[in-house]
């Protein structure tokens, strides 16, 4: 066996160690931050995917949770599902006189507004 250290190995059991506690967000942006800038610094690569994703889930557990995170934040993070919610609800104003002229039209229209944004 090697005397160099397994940076990877050690890397996966701080994030699963990260990832257990619970504190608040700028404290999770901070902590993730400094761990991955620590990685850096000592082996001089990036991080495996697998970890760099867990560390992205941890810092967006809370946006997930909330069902009113749309009211409240000014750009929420959206799941596939809530977008095309959004995007069948929602529409620009350039279209509305569009669709007050040419009712119907309207679901075409909508539709195709949503796929183009």
């Known amino acids: 066996m090697s005397d ?7 890397f996966r059991q701080a994030v699963t160690q990260l990832v257990s506690q ?7 942006v901070k902590a993730v931050d400094d761990l991955i800038e620590a990685y850096v610094a000592q082996v001089d ?3 495996d995917g697998q970890q760099l994703e867990q560390l992205a889930n941890y810092l967006l557990r ?4 909330q069902p009113d995170k749309v009211s409240r934040t000014e750009y929420p993070a959206l ?3 809530q977008w ?3 995007c069948r609800r929602e529409m620009s104003s350039e279209h509305v006189g569009v669709m007050a ?3 119907k039209d309207r679901m075409r229209k909508k539709r195709y507004y949503c796929e183009s944004a």
């Open 4 to 10: 160099t250290p397994d940076y990877k190995n050690s």
């Open 101 to 103: 002229t040419c009712s």
């Open 45 to 47: 690569e990036v991080p």
């Open 79 to 81: 799941n596939e599902g």
């Open 22 to 28: 619970d504190m608040p967000v700028p404290w999770r």
């Open 62 to 65: 809370d946006s997930v949770n």
């Open 84 to 86: 095309k919610l959004r």
